[in-house]
């Protein structure tokens, strides 16, 4: 009887933002709106890359797998998201664990993914002149697959823990996705070991990660300022200062959304984080990438010959 107690949670409530109709109507047309842009925009980065043999270049390679990322972020959450603005709030627990696992996933790799766009920058800027054997074609897709893998053995540990957990209690979710910190408020058994491996992914993922992108970009900026024509170093700054922006923007928000709930920040406020890095960061990072990028542009040119 014990047990037939503690597993009657088959479903969760998504509350989302807000119960107005009118509020509700107006977010769903913005949300649909950035979803297709995402789609759109990331869909484009990589179609064009790939028809385009100027683009078949390690950076434009990571960037190719970003746009993938972000596709799939989207993906993962703005459908759901667009259905509980739509008046139905319910996720079935299996949906719930599904879409923690990709979400977790996806995340980790995006974090990953950066530390290995840095690498590329710092090799491209620092050591030129090996550029091509440093960054052959085996390095970047053993770098590309490890960025894959690790991520997707984290989120297995994390969904698998999560799976482990009792939910015999409230089953309504401050929020409108299905990620770790809420999840955990709502058990009813402890999540001693889950909180452990958190602060462990925490420090992996997040800390680690960040000083790596952060000590490449230190040496990017030390070998910037030792070039001598005013010119070079807007050439050199011009290759990585999108990805820099984008990386402190994205930083920002998965700290917030995991790190700081520890220490009592809001909920609300949680909520407009975690649509930064779902849905505005996926939609925006197509225009920083390309806005000034030459190269991408010709691209385009090319698979639309009639724009100018």
Same mark, same amino acid.
């Given at each position: /009887? ?15 933002? !807000? ?77 719930? /664990? ?35 054997? /440093? @960054? !052959? ?24 823990? /999560? ?51 952060? @000590? ?31 990386? &402190? ?9 995991? &790190? ?27 225009? &920083? ?20």
């Amino acid at each position: /009887m014990a047990v037939s107690n503690q597993t009657i949670v088959t479903e969760f409530i998504l509350q989302g933002f !807000s119960e107005a109709r009118p509020l509700q109507l107006a977010l769903f047309c913005i949300f649909f709106f950035l979803y297709l842009m995402a789609l759109v925009g990331n869909a484009l980065i990589v179609v064009a890359i790939r028809l385009d043999s100027g683009l078949h270049t390690p950076m434009y390679f990571f960037l190719a797998s970003l746009a993938i990322l972000d596709i799939s972020c989207t993906t993962t959450v703005l459908p759901k998201l667009l259905e509980n603005l739509a008046d139905k709030k319910s996720i079935s627990y299996v949906g719930c /664990m599904t879409q923690l696992y990709f979400l977790t996933w996806l995340l980790g790799a995006e974090l990953l993914l950066f530390t290995a766009m840095a690498y590329d920058r710092y090799v491209a800027i620092c050591h030129p002149l090996h550029y091509t054997t /440093m @960054m !052959s074609r085996m390095v970047c897709i053993l770098l590309a697959g490890s960025v894959w893998t690790i991520s997707a053995i984290n989120s297995s540990v994390h969904t698998g823990l /999560m799976i482990q957990l009792t939910f015999c209690g409230p089953n309504k979710i401050n929020h409108f996705l299905c990620e770790i910190p809420t999840l955990l408020q709502l058990s009813c058994t402890s999540t001693y070991l889950n909180n452990t491996m958190v602060v462990i992914a925490d420090i992996y993922f997040a800390v680690i990660n960040f000083v790596l992108t952060m @000590m490449s970009y230190g040496f990017i900026i030390s070998s910037i300022l030792k070039i001598h024509t005013t010119e070079g170093k807007k050439k050199a700054f011009s290759t990585c200062s999108s990805h820099l922006i984008v990386v &402190i923007i994205y930083y920002t928000t998965v700290i917030y959304t995991y &790190i700081l709930p520890g220490f009592g920040s809001s909920m609300d406020n949680g909520k407009v984080v975690a649509v930064l890095y779902t849905t505005i960061s996926p939609t925006l990072n197509p225009l &920083i990438y390309t806005l000034r990028n030459k190269d991408f542009k010709t691209a385009l040119k090319k698979m639309f010959p009639f724009s100018k």
